[in-house]
């Protein structure tokens, strides 16, 4: 808690969050990634050993964002895919750049969805979106027709190396979370 409540405390400061992170790990504390469907704002001790990383720590997204992620979950349960959850954000506080940055640091990885995949859809599912709820105040101004959308897939584009999977959550966090480009290399430099 206290480090979960540390980190919270400095998560406008990469560099701080950073140094606090890597100092948990020490620690043996287990940290999970940014979550759309199980992070709040801040960093939360789950248990003893385990933080779940704070989604107002992710660049570029911002408290208000957050707090509209987190309500829309709130309200209708957690999110099922990204054009689930473009449609239910409000898209005037979580734009483009918002869902990227989170896309970037994996806090949709939990919907078994890829990164590029999903980073490739943004545009599609922020569209579909816009184009359901104008297809809705449609309906509800004339009382008639069909606001169902059809379901919308992720577009078909190869799977991130791990290099660009690093690469991107640097930019959308400031440091590598889940590994390092110097892991790749680790057993060749063993011996030297």
């Known amino acids: 808690?206290?480090?979960?409540?540390t980190l919270s405390a400095d998560m406008d400061d990469t560099d701080k969050v950073?140094?606090?992170f890597e100092d948990s790990i020490a620690n043996g504390l287990?940290?999970?990634p940014p979550d759309v469907n199980l992070s709040g704002y801040r960093f939360v001790s789950i248990?003893?050993?385990?933080?779940?990383?704070?989604l107002g720590a992710v660049k570029g997204t911002g408290d208000s964002a957050i707090t509209a992620i987190i309500r829309a979950r709130e309200q209708g349960g957690p999110y099922t895919d990204l054009f689930d959850f473009c449609l239910r954000v409000d898209k005037r506080i979580v734009n483009r750049r918002v869902?990227?940055?989170?896309?970037?640091a994996g806090a949709f990885d939990s919907l078994d969805m890829h990164r590029a995949g999903l980073l490739a859809s943004v545009?599609?599912?922020l569209e579909s979106a816009e184009q359901a709820v104008r297809a809705a105040n449609q309906?509800?101004?004339?009382?008639?027709?069909?606001?169902?959308t059809g379901q919308l897939n992720v577009i078909n584009v190869p799977l991130w190396t791990e290099k660009e999977k690093l690469k991107n959550e640097k930019m959308a966090l400031g440091f590598y979370l889940s590994g390092h480009p110097f892991t790749a290399y680790a057993g060749e430099?063993?011996?030297v």
């Not at 869902?99 to 970037?104: A, G, H, N, T």
């Open 18 to 20: 950073h140094s606090f």
């Open 47 to 54: 248990d003893e050993k385990t933080i779940r990383y704070g």
């Open 1 to 5: 808690e206290f480090m979960a409540a």
């Open 189 to 191: 430099l063993k011996n």
């Open 139 to 148: 309906v509800s101004l004339f009382g008639e027709g069909n606001s169902s």
């Open 30 to 32: 287990v940290n999970l």
């Open 99 to 104: 869902v990227e940055s989170l896309i970037r």
């Open 123 to 125: 545009g599609i599912a």
